[in-house]
T-cell receptor
Framework: GIQVEQSPPDLILQEGANSTLRCNFS?????LQWFHQNPWGQLINLFY???GTKQNGRLSATTVATERYSLLYISSSQTTDSGVYFC????????????????FGKGTLLTVNP | KAGVTQTPRYLIKTRGQQVTLSCSPI?????VSWYQQTPGQGLQFLFE???????NKGNFPGRFSGRQFSNSRSEMNVSTLELGDSALYLC???????????FGQGTRLTVV
């Protein structure tokens, strides 16, 4: 199956700093999503970005599908940005049936200090 | 538009018991999938349902089962609970497969 690697595993920032989180995947994908897991465990959708670039406020993401990686940029970090960020990918289906599922990376634990 | 709703939010069970978790997808969404999250294994895919049919199953023992009803609501069942089944169980729904998935708040199961 598809392998997903996220880096760095841990990141500590001062409030106001910028950061880049990376997601590498091992095969062609037709779905790539970035999530932020809140303290109660819910996965909050940040971006659905199988290819291209998107921006939402202080966050932006870029996926280069041909090179099998995606980047999540966080600018002007705030303490509320703290938490675990997950990248999840859905592989291209085999012919004749659906093998859809999301494969998650291990996440990046972001800590933003005041 | 209401999000994905999972019930119950928290559950404590004893080894050997069975448990049923429920998931109501976003209105109009037909694909429902389940994931288990543990500190050791991370987020792992359990199964995916579409129009009441299980289309994909992860690498979990047969004690883990599920179903989807005609209104797209889904349940998962774990029989003969083991301590290692303690986890956060997350349900996701999407309009169609391979499209953006939205997750519920999860059910935190503790097996004692």
């Amino acid at each position: 199956g598809i392998q997903v690697e996220q880096s760095p595993p841990d990141l500590i920032l001062q409030e106001g700093a910028n950061s880049t989180l990376r997601c590498n995947f091992s095969d062609s994908v037709n779905n790539l999503q970035w999530f932020h897991q809140n303290p109660w465990g819910q996965l909050i959708n940040l971006f659905y970005i199988p290819s291209g670039t998107k921006q939402n406020g202080r966050l932006s993401a870029t996926t280069v599908a041909t090179e099998r990686y995606s980047l999540l940029y966080i600018s002007s970090s705030q303490t509320t940005d703290s938490g675990v960020y997950f990248c999840a990918v859905g592989g291209a289906s085999n012919s004749g049936g659906s093998n859809y599922k999301l494969t998650f990376g291990k996440g990046t634990l972001l800590t933003v200090n005041p | 538009k209401a999000g994905v709703t999972q019930t119950p939010r928290y559950l404590i069970k004893t080894r050997g018991q069975q448990v049923t978790l429920s998931c109501s997808p976003i209105s109009g969404h037909r694909s429902v999938s389940w994931y288990q999250q543990t500190p050791g294994q991370g987020l792992q895919f359990l199964f995916e349902y579409f129009s009441e049919t299980q289309r994909n199953k992860g690498n979990f023992p047969g004690r883990f089962s599920g179903r989807q009803f005609s209104n797209s609501r889904s349940e998962m069942n774990v029989s003969t609970l083991e301590l290692g089944d303690s986890a956060l169980y997350l349900c996701a729904s999407s309009l169609w497969d391979r499209l953006e998935a939205f997750f519920g708040q999860g059910t935190r199961l503790t097996v004692v």
